[in-house]
């Protein structure tokens, strides 16, 4: 029953759409298409430097992804097993075609793809799935676009792949996927020419049309709420902006403002470092740095849009609030989960915080290193990996397999204040309403120059309940004569931090996943009260 309880509240948010087309693909496997592929479209001018990813191919068929080396040597190595989906997806984009000093790599490059081309079976596979098919597309089309010259059978792959991509649109899952979709159908329908040609780039066209009104929100954050993939979807609209110039294309307004809306969310939600911050599924290697993407925006002409902190931003669609105040820099999560229909990539983090001092993370969320249907993905995306509050040990929202939510955690903001001494933020959840206690978690962030006082309430009857604080790596702790507790940070500054109404506190080993593959050993300060309130006064 309560298997049939996560799905029913899982499925009952779902769009029409999205069943039906999980059906359709089911059931209908269109034949690859494989007739030669049409003319090539001339160019106007040269595609400007797209964003350079980091190296992955480490000689001819080694290649290190997500932190993890293997070879690709042979035809099964294209699809090797006992291997993470995630691992193999990133084998078939293809990254490395356009990834720094990849002119040096050219040799390795054309064998590889010559060797996909033989050994890859059509249609089949991890390989050909919708969103690899999309990713790999637009990765040899940028590097045709950059003077290389594919070989006809290449070109006949991309026109292949192109078709097959046509049949297998990921309306089931909407959001990020349907965009890349979009995106790739653009790149190729340009890249190409004639009647058919021109009929993917219609049928991209109004996909990314639709999809970019519904997916930037009017603060400028992606819809599903991940900073990972607000960057990776600006990087997105940038290439397409990049690739509607290179073929004289007008590029539509709305795209214009669309990545001045992003730019800026994107400086609000990065910590003074300039790296993103960690909520949801969140991870440093995979998108673009924010600098990457300015420079990016302001070779294709696009305004800069300057940096600037300021005391308080509510980021009032996507739910995020950022608060300045001396050497602090705060980010607070108290938004939706993700879009309804499309919860993904969502952690059950709510009324969580991010936490910069002088310049350097202190407090910090536990990130993302794997995807799939492990445990240790299910922890990550657990409330107890988050600087919030865990009640009788249960989530916040009811994440599982993988990539699902049931019953989420609606907030209500109570008060967002600026006052003469102080930076106020007050909202509560009813995520814990579900628990026999009927429980709702009030939280209030109070920030002054000197400090940060976070009280919690929680309402209902419970056993007992959690407040977690996760410090950066390079912060340390230690716990004095009088209960309270040291910290240290980078060039030995300080603070610190006291508990008012704790029933247990204890100093744990923790890890922190700043990327795929990666963990690193930090610290977590646990805090367990029985009452209704708890107050955690952090000084410095």
């Known amino acids: 029953m309560s298997r049939l309880g996560l799905y029913f509240h899982t499925l009952r948010h779902l769009r029409p759409i999205q069943v ?72 078939h984009y293809f990254d490395d075609l356009n990834a720094s000093q990849a002119d040096a790599r050219r040799a390795w490059h054309v064998a590889l793809l010559e060797r996909w081309v033989k050994e890859v079976a059509p249609g089949q596979g991890d390989a050909w799935e919708p969103y690899p098919v999309s ?25 292949a792949q192109t078709r097959w991509l046509t049949q297998r649109l990921e309306y089931h899952l909407l959001g990020n996927h349907l965009f890349a979709n979009a995106k790739a159908l653009v790149f190729a329908g340009l890249y190409f020419s004639g009647s058919e040609a021109e009929s993917w780039r219609a049928q991209g066209m109004r996909i990314v049309e639709q999809e970019l009104a519904e997916q930037v929100l009017g603060d400028g954050g992606h819809f599903e709420l991940s900073p990972m993939y607000h960057a990776a979807m600006l ?16 590029v539509p307004p709305s795209w214009h403002d669309a990545v001045a809306r992003m730019l800026r969310w994107a400086q609000t939600m990065n910590h003074p470092d300039g790296q993103l911050s960690f909520f949801n599924d969140s991870a440093l290697g995979i998108a673009p740095d924010l600098a990457t993407l300015q420079s990016y925006a302001s ?48 952690h059950a983090d709510t009324l969580s915080f991010e936490l910069s001092l002088h310049g350097q993370r202190w407090f910090v969320n536990s990130g993302t290193s794997q ?55 007050d909202a509560s959840h009813d995520g814990y309403r579900r628990l026999p206690g009927a429980n709702q978690h009030r939280r209030r962030w109070s920030l002054r120059p000197e400090g940060l006082r976070i009280e919690d309430r929680i309402g209902g009857s419970f056993a007992s309940a959690e407040a977690f604080f996760h410090l950066h790596p390079d912060v340390r ?46 610290v977590c300060i646990r805090v367990r009260f029985t009452g209704e309130r708890l107050l955690s006064d952090l000084r410095w």
């Open 20 to 91: 039906t087309s999980r059906i359709w693909l089911r059931l209908y496997r269109p034949a690859v298409d494989l007739r030669p592929a049409p003319g090539l479209r001339r160019v106007s001018t040269p595609l400007r430097a797209p964003i350079p990813t980091q190296p992955s191919l480490l000689g001819p068929t080694t290649f290190r992804l997500l932190n993890e080396q293997r070879e690709c040597a042979n035809a099964q190595d294209w699809h090797p097993a006992g291997v993470e989906k995630l691992w193999i997806y990133n084998l």
């Open 135 to 159: 990713r790999r597309l637009v990765n040899w089309l940028k590097w045709a676009l950059r003077g290389n010259e594919p070989t006809r059978a290449v070109l006949d792959s991309l026109a």
């Open 235 to 250: 990087e997105d609209v940038l290439d397409l902006i990049n690739v509607q110039q290179s073929y004289a294309r007008r």
């Open 299 to 346: 070779s294709l002409g696009l305004p800069r849009v300057e940096r600037r902190v300021d005391a308080l931003v509510r980021l009032q669609n996507s739910g995020y609030i950022q608060a300045a105040a001396g050497p602090a820099y705060l980010l607070c999560d108290c938004g939706a989960v993700g879009p309804t229909y499309l919860p993904g990539h969502a």
């Open 371 to 425: 995807y799939g249907l492990s445990p240790e993905r299910q922890r990550q995306r657990g409330t107890a990996a988050h600087n919030t509050v865990a009640v009788d040990e249960q989530d916040s929202s009811e994440v599982w397999a993988g990539f699902r939510v049931a019953r989420r955690a609606k907030v209500t903001i109570n008060e967002v204040a600026r006052h003469p001494d102080e930076i106020v933020i």
């Open 477 to 522: 702790a230690t716990r004095d004569d009088g209960g309270q507790i040291q910290l240290i940070g980078p060039g030995d500054t300080a603070a610190q931090l006291s508990f008012e109404g704790a029933a247990a506190i204890s100093i744990d080993a923790g890890t922190w996943h700043p990327g795929f593959g990666e963990s690193r050993a930090n």
